[in-house]
Each structure stands twice: as structure tokens, then as C-alpha cells.
């Protein structure tokens, strides 16, 4: 059985998300009728994860569509769905897939738009299927991803050797279509034969790494160990690190990269141990307007993620607290960053911006 976070049904236009917010305690699929609901799983955590967030994003856009096509002309159409599309972008601010994801689709519905041989219905058409295509691509580019990371850390592998790689937050088949980006690397390594072990973080304060990557691990049968976020050092020291893979929200054109609170402080930790830190992300994931990591923006969240759990206080009455979701890791502390079409140094983005212009969110 494969763990499925997004269930897409084509005939009926139907969308039903994992709740994450349940895991693993409990299995339950909510239905996402519309944009409303799209924006209220994404904001609510029910559905997380840079890759994932745009493609229940955007699908529940198709499922406005499918469900509701009385349009009156084009232009209508075309200034619903951008509207549509930057309500979406502000369901959550740090991840940039979905800001992406909007501009590619507000770029096609000006050119279905303006174009005289589409009619209404055929741009309609269009719209859905570029959406439903996105989720066959992530999980081909995953594969990808899983494909260039295993042989990149292999390079400094001896033949018969094997790998032990820490891993933070959650990047496996939740946070995506399927497969994942730095899980999809761990996948591909034990998929070898060439994994050892993995240690994944529990991922204070949202636990993404104890509830969602735990249970991917245990559902896969890959052998795997939770540590608590002030043990990465520990782990680091004594348990023989090949790498560090982690996943990305945000990776500006100077390979700074934004990813959940915490990753900072492991490449910072990495880099003392010299073991390679590597970011695993989708050519999606690069912002391409962003020059460094110090513009992007960072999501704060509710201070009783920290205060309480399962909603039994455990922080004393009274104190403040500060709850940045993520942090920005400098491109100093990047070894590489694994994407679809190779693993780049953060130095090369900028080559990779002039080289594959289609990939340049304007
Ligand atoms: O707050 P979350 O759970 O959405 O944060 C998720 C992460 O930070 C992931 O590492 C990132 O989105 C990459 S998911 C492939």
C-alpha cells in the first residue's frame, strides 16, 4: 500500500486530502470542494509541504472549475481564476511552489486568453489538465530527485560501502505528490540496497518529523531511528554521518535556502562534523526573483503549537514565546542542491537560471 496524502479523481472531479494534523494516530480524508477549502487545509497544516501545498492548491482550483464552469466569457474566466490563484499564495507565505505554480497558470490563462483559437470550454479544458499533469510531474521529478541524490553521496562511498543519512522535518509522500524530495533521496538509497540507517528529527514544535517522516519510515520498512532536535550534534559526533538531506520551501538564486525551523542549525552542526549537507527540492522550489535569503519571508505561527500538546499545557503560564516555522540556511553550509535535472552548488543556480529560462518564475 502506498501512502497517498493527495487522492485525485479525474472523472468527477473530486479531491480528498490526508489530514496530517490526525497523523498516525488516525487515517481520514477530508474533501476539498473548493478554493475556500483548498486555502483552509493548506493554512491549517492539513495538508504541508512545499510540493504538496501547490498541488492541492491548484487542484482545488480544477475542482472549481469542473464543479462550477457557468462562465460568460473568457475574460471572466481569466480574472477568476488569477484572483482564485493569489488568494491561494496567501494561505501560507514561506514556500514559493504555490506562488510559482499561480504564475505559470495566470501566464497560460493571458495566452488561452488573448488566443483566438481557443474557445471557453477548450481553455477550461486546458486549465485542468495542465493542473492534473502537475502531479504526475512531481512524482516523476522526485524520482529524479531520489535518482541524482543517491549517486551524488555514493560518489564519496566506498563500492561496498553504505549510507547513514539525517534527515529533518517531513519531505517523503506527504509533503508531495508521491515519493518525496530529501526522502526520495533516502528512498532511493535503500531502494540500492545502499542505506544503513536514517535519523530523522522529531521537528519541534509541529512534530512533522516524529508523527508524518517516522511514520513514512515505518510504513516503507526502512531502518530508521527519531531523535530529539538537541541530539543532531550528538548524532553528528558518534554515529558515523554520511550526509545530511533535508528538503526546501525557499531557495533563493544565491542557493540560500528556507526550510523548516531548525535546518539552519544542523548545517551549522554538519559543517563543524564536516559531514555534506545537501538540500533536495524541485527545480519549483527555486525563486528565481529572489536574490539572497534575506527578503524571504517567514512564516510565524500560533504560540500554543509550542505551549501545548494535544491540547494539555506543558509551557509555564505567562511566558512569551516566539514560533518562527522556518529559518533561512546560508548558501555557505550547502554542499549541493538536488534537483530534477541534477545537483548543482549553490554557486550554479545562477547558471541554471540563464540555461533553463522555462523554469524562471517572472
Ligand atoms: O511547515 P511545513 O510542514 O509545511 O514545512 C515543510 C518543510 O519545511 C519541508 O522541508 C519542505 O516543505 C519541503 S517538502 C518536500
Not at 505554480?101 to 479544458?125: G, H, P, V, W
Not at 542557493?255 to 531548525?262: H, M, P, S
Request: net charge neutral; charged share 25%; hydrophobic share 40%.
Amino acid at each position: 500500500m502506498t501512502l497517498q496524502a493527495i487522492k485525485w479523481d479525474k472523472m468527477d472531479g473530486k479531491l480528498e486530502i490526508l489530514d496530517q494534523t490526525l497523523l498516525p494516530a488516525t487515517t481520514h480524508y477530508i474533501q476539498v470542494k473548493d478554493v475556500e477549502d483548498g486555502w483552509k487545509v493548506i493554512h491549517k497544516m492539513q495538508v504541508r509541504g512545499a510540493p504538496a501545498i501547490a498541488i492541492v492548491g491548484c487542484l482545488s482550483l480544477a475542482v472549481e472549475i469542473i464543479q462550477h464552469p457557468e462562465y460568460e466569457h473568457k475574460t471572466a474566466f481569466r480574472q477568476n481564476i488569477e484572483s482564485k490563484l493569489n488568494y491561494l499564495v496567501s494561505a501560507r507565505p514561506t514556500a514559493v511552489n504555490m506562488k510559482t505554480a499561480a504564475n505559470e497558470l495566470i501566464k497560460l490563462a493571458n495566452f488561452l486568453c488573448d488566443s483566438d483559437i481557443y474557445t471557453l470550454s477548450q481553455m477550461r479544458d486546458k486549465f485542468i489538465s495542465d493542473i492534473e499533469e502537475m502531479l504526475r510531474k512531481d512524482v516523476a521529478d522526485n524520482k529524479s530527485i531520489g535518482n541524482f541524490g543517491a549517486h551524488e553521496i555514493l560518489r564519496n562511498v566506498p563500492k561496498d560501502g553504505f549510507t547513514r543519512i539525517l534527515t529533518h522535518c517531513n519531505t517523503g509522500s506527504l509533503a508531495t505528490a508521491g515519493y518525496g524530495t530529501a526522502l526520495g533521496v533516502i528512498r532511493s538509497l535503500h531502494e540500492l540496497g545502499k542505506l544503513e540507517h536514517v535519523y530523522c528529527t522529531e521537528t519541534r514544535p509541529y512534530n512533522q518529523g516524529a508523527r508524518l517522516t517516522a511514520y513514512e519510515l515505518v510504513h516503507d520498512k526502512i531502518p530508521a531511528t527519531l531523535i530529539c532536535d538537541d541530539m543532531v550534534a550528538a548524532v553528528l559526533k558518534t554515529k558515523q554521518i554520511t550526509a545530511v538531506v533535508v528538503g526546501a520551501d525557499r531557495v533563493a538564486v544565491n542557493g540560500d535556502t528556507a526550510n523548516k525551523i531548525g535546518t539552519y542549525q544542523i548545517a551549522i552542526l554538519a559543517k563543524y562534523h564536516n559531514v555534506p549537507f545537501y538540500v533536495a527540492a524541485p527545480m519549483t522550489s527555486i525563486d528565481f526573483q529572489m536574490p539572497n535569503g534575506d527578503n524571504i519571508i517567514i512564516e510565524e505561527r500560533s504560540e500554543r503549537e509550542m505551549t501545548h500538546m494535544n491540547d494539555k499545557r506543558i509551557a509555564a503560564e505567562g511566558i512569551k514565546c516566539w514560533n518562527p516555522s522556518f529559518d533561512v540556511t546560508p548558501a555557505s553550509l550547502i554542499t549541493g542542491i538536488i534537483t530534477e535535472i541534477g545537483t548543482f552548488k549553490p554557486s550554479e543556480l545562477i547558471r541554471v537560471k540563464k540555461d533553463t529560462s522555462e523554469y524562471t518564475n517572472k
